[in-house]
């Protein structure tokens, strides 16, 4: 029976956290602080990330700001100057202008299972950001939707699939993310499949569902076309 597939972007089709943690390390290195281990550097920008998404949502320019933000906390001694400025903002621009590499055997399956199913692209961040990765991709003709919306919640997906007129019992949502992509899916009476990814950023990390009727794990992502 056709079902309607809706897809994480981010480390689902194309790879995006192992840029941020080229830009964390070369960030640990520019902080050289005297007295924390790069893991508790590390875990700082962490809490300030987890503050910062959620007043100002997701990408490279609130990432920027964290990385800023972080500074002045883990350097409270030495105001952040503008030299401290242009290597955060030339960590962050290396995000933005990179290109858009694509999951190994991503492009396949969406085209195999868009011959069955129809495609939707659900996706949290920056719009004009996650707009010209879309584009890049050139994944776009493949899907009947696109989404961008701030955060990933029970909610979005409501209107998601409100929006575009879609039954919760013959919709998934497929994505590396258990909190971003599965949790709220299937809070939102969807079904949900997993597709791993090992450099899932430390925020979208959490436990998956066990024994809910409508979760599944798939790895990689080309054994979705066995299950769908
Ligand atoms: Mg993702």
Redo the contacts with the bound molecule.
């Keep these: 029976m056709r079902q309607n597939l809706i897809f994480?972007?981010?480390?689902?089709l194309w790879e995006?956290?192992v840029l941020f943690e080229r830009a964390v390390e070369g960030y640990i290195d520019h902080v050289d602080h005297p007295a924390l281990t790069r893991k508790q550097v590390r875990a700082v920008l962490n809490d300030v990330e987890r503050e910062n998404s959620a007043l100002y949502g997701y990408g490279a320019r609130v990432f920027e700001r964290s990385l800023t933000d972080a500074l002045a906390r883990l350097r409270p001694d030495t105001p952040v100057g503008e030299d401290d400025r242009a290597v955060l903002r030339g960590l962050c621009a290396a995000i933005l202008d990179s290109e858009v590499e694509l999951i190994a055997g991503a492009a396949e399956t969406l085209r195999a299972l868009g011959e069955r199913h129809r495609l939707f692209l659900l996706?949290k961040g920056d719009p004009a950001d996650q707009r010209r990765k879309i584009d890049a991709s050139g994944l776009a003709p493949l899907f009947a939707g696109v989404g961008i919306v701030r955060e990933k919640d029970a909610s979005a997906y409501r209107d998601f699939t409100a929006r575009h007129a879609l039954d919760p019992d013959t919709t998934w949502m497929i994505?590396?993310?258990v909190r971003?992509?599965v949790r709220p899916a299937l809070d939102a009476g969807l079904g949900a499949v997993l597709v791993p990814?090992p450099l899932?950023?430390a925020l979208?990390r959490a436990d998956p569902p066990s024994g809910h009727p409508r979760f599944r794990e798939v790895d990689p992502i080309t054994r979705l076309t066995a299950v769908f």
């Design positions: 994480d972007a981010d480390d689902t995006n956290n996706t994505g590396n993310s971003s992509d990814h899932t950023w979208e």
